[in-house]
């Protein structure tokens, strides 16, 4: 499915990410509801399966089907984050362009959003012959500070 390029205005919110939705034509069914939801509430990048088990903790019956389905429609359309990992893809609520702080303690995924300086961008620029239009940082470290040696 081809991402459509609609607004650069960024999914701030859960409403932020309906609206986008319905602006797209994408119907917001109760399933693509409860996981836009979910992710929200969640704050944190989840796999399918620990959506899929979630829901169906609260009570919001939804077949393991129906949330790949919806994850990937609310992907590829850039409303929701895909993060391919070797153990499997995670999902978040944050679609525009932002880095990663990647705990390796807790293997947990934090979301920060970071500007480099104008002149470290040129810098890059003048050393690759590329003109950086958008910038994606990795970050790796331990939470537990006897982790780290």
């Known amino acids: 499915m081809q991402k459509q390029v609609l607004s650069t205005q960024p999914i701030r919110s859960l409403e932020d990410a309906l609206d ?52 990937e429609a609310l992907s590829s359309q850039g409303i929701i984050e895909c993060i391919e990992r070797c153990d499997g893809r995670l999902y978040g609520n944050i679609s525009d362009s932002h880095s990663h702080v990647n705990c390796l303690d807790t293997n947990q995924i934090l979301d920060v959003h970071i500007e480099l300086p104008e002149d470290f961008i040129r810098h890059i620029e003048e050393q690759t012959g590329v003109k950086i239009t958008d910038y994606s940082i990795n970050f790796y470290g331990y939470r537990n500070k006897e982790q780290n040696g």
């Not at 917001?28 to 088990?53: G, K």
């Open 20 to 71: 986008r939705c319905q602006k797209l034509g994408m119907r917001v069914s109760r399933q693509r509801r409860f996981i836009l939801e979910l992710l929200w509430d969640a704050q944190e990048h989840l796999s399918a399966r620990e959506i899929y088990d979630r829901l169906n903790l609260q009570g919001k019956g939804i077949g393991h089907t129906s949330v790949y389905q919806n994850l």
